[in-house]
């Protein structure tokens, strides 16, 4: 207990400012003590000023009071002294070379756990205690430390910048309000922070967007590197069977055409890669700027705050979809169609010496002709409407059910087990046999133009329902400016110009599924030759805000 009294006497008897036994005490006239050395110093940084305070109440003394040795206080410390030696030296945290020190330590200063941005100073956990005891100093603002707390006083006036003009977009003083920035738009500190924290935030959405959007990209990229392996090996195992077919009369011709795929296939991996890699940068800057910006909208200063904002360098364009400029996947399949028709020729050669023809090979023939002319699919047109008992929830149909518009929210539409619940497509309401042609005009940069059995699962978002994806729905996929045909997971890359309408022509009994490039002329893009098992209906799905795809009239 005596121990304890004595810790007690000597935190009594203990100055401020150095926080050691006082050394010629005085006593200032507000009543806090000293060492005469350590008030003199804090004095000392406050002569310019003109206005001397009280380090613990800030009372202030004007003019700079002269001091006496306190000889009573004197005398007490020196019997303290006496009785023991002093307790062991509290383990204080002092400042370092990257931290903030407290303004009223002398010799080895603390590290400050606030400032103030009243008194424009920072304070250690002791000489901060009068901000939370004196009723005054209770209303100041206090932030985290700040080496930058001059950086609020203006220049010109000495005054603390608690205005901000608009007009010159500074952060000035309020006598800078009245004088040179009179008639500006002027506002406080704070509004403008409020203001600048809306945009920033903002900013942050739209960074975040465009990370998202980035990662799709580089996703939908990655497909499209796996499309290309995909349709290269085909295209070597369709070239191989080909010439197996040919009984290798052709050998070195098959080693050049395997040797061309896989030479393409290198080339088109490797700018793919490019832009990934492009995508993949821009995505780090955005994290980088994103995780500024959120560090930035902590700061409780709110002149740091605009200092920092305004300095902020412009955030770099986004790479969009049609700055990466991907070209038309190369169409692997017309290496399969020019020695098919090398084929081809050569059975019409031996057909001709052939005398048993069989007639229904006549006939799978004739009827696998198709027109030559855009007036001469006419004749097989067929007027389609969609069936709204099959709208995925994000779409909506109209112009007599023949238009379908992907919306911003799912649609409160009845429960029914037509309706694709997880993939925002829809079929038609009419099955197709026979010879049948159609044309969808497309107002989005994403969209399927399919068919599809009426047996394709409905419920979910797995392979199994979605078109193209699965062994019961075959699919052209339109994306910007490249095409690829998708059945059973399969992507086979297409090429051919960029058109708003796309031609679809069937002929089910000869398992035959077209598609065309509608513009000023009609350009073949790719022939499915198959069987058909069931009739068949056709459907579109659409992605993107308002994104539109369209059943058309035909004359």
Known sequence: MAQKGVQLDRETFSCSICLDLLKDPVTTTCGHSYCMKCIKGFWDGEDEKKIHSCPQCRQSFTPRPVLLKNTMLAALVEELKKTGPPPAPVDHCYAGAEDVACDVCTGRKLRACKSCLVCLASYCEQHLQPHYDVAPLKKHKLVEPSKKLQENICSRH?????????????????????????????????????????????????????????????????????????????????????????????????????????????????????????????????????????????????????????????????????????????????????????????????????????????????????????????????????????????????????????????????????????????????????????????????????????????????????????????????FHNSYSFRHNSVHTPISGPRSSRVGVYLDHRAGILSFYSISQTMTFLHRVQTTFTQPLHAGVWVYGNRATAELCKLK
């Open 158 to 478: 000495d005054e603390v910048m608690k205005m901000f003009c608009r007009t010159d977009q500074q952060c000035i003083c309020y006598l800078c309000s009245v004088e040179e920035h009179k008639g500006h738009d002027t506002v406080s500190a704070a509004a403008e922070r409020t203001k600048r924290q809306r945009e920033l935030e903002g900013s942050r959405q739209n960074i975040q967007q465009r990370i998202q959007d980035r990662e799709k990209e580089v996703k939908l990229l990655q497909k499209e590197v796996e499309a290309f392996n995909g349709s290269a090996d085909k295209a070597v195992e369709d070239s191989e069977k080909t010439f197996t077919e040919l009984i290798r009369l052709m050998e070195k011709r098959s080693s050049d055409v395997k040797q061309q795929v896989r030479s393409q296939q290198k080339r088109e991996v490797s700018r793919v890669k490019e832009l990934q890699e492009k995508l993949e940068q821009e995505m780090a800057e955005l994290k980088r700027r994103d995780a500024e910006l959120k560090l930035l909208s902590h700061t409780e200063d709110h002149n740091q705050f605009l200092h920092s904002y305004l300095s902020l360098s412009a955030l770099s364009e986004p790479t969009h979809s049609s700055s990466i400029n991907i070209r038309p996947l190369s169409n692997f399949e017309d290496v399969t169609a020019a020695l098919s028709a090398v084929r081809d020729k050569l059975q019409d050669v031996l057909r001709e010496k052939w005398t048993k023809v069989s007639p229904t090979e006549v006939d799978v023939l004739l009827s696998a002709a198709e027109p030559t002319t855009r007036a001469g699919f006419f004749k097989y047109s067929q007027e389609i409407t969609l069936d709204p008992n099959t709208a995925n929830t994000w779409l909506v149909l109209s112009e007599g059910n023949r238009r379908a518009t992907y919306m911003k929210r799912p649609q409160s539409y009845s429960n029914h087990p037509d309706r694709f619940t997880g993939w925002p497509q829809v079929l038609s309401r009419e099955s197709l046999t026979g010879r049948c042609y159609w044309e969808v005009d497309r107002r989005a940069a994403v969209i399927y133009v399919a068919v599809a059995y009426k047996n394709i699962s409905r419920a979910g978002g797995g392979d199994e329902c979605g078109f193209g994806f699965n062994d019961k729905s075959w699919s052209l996929f339109c």
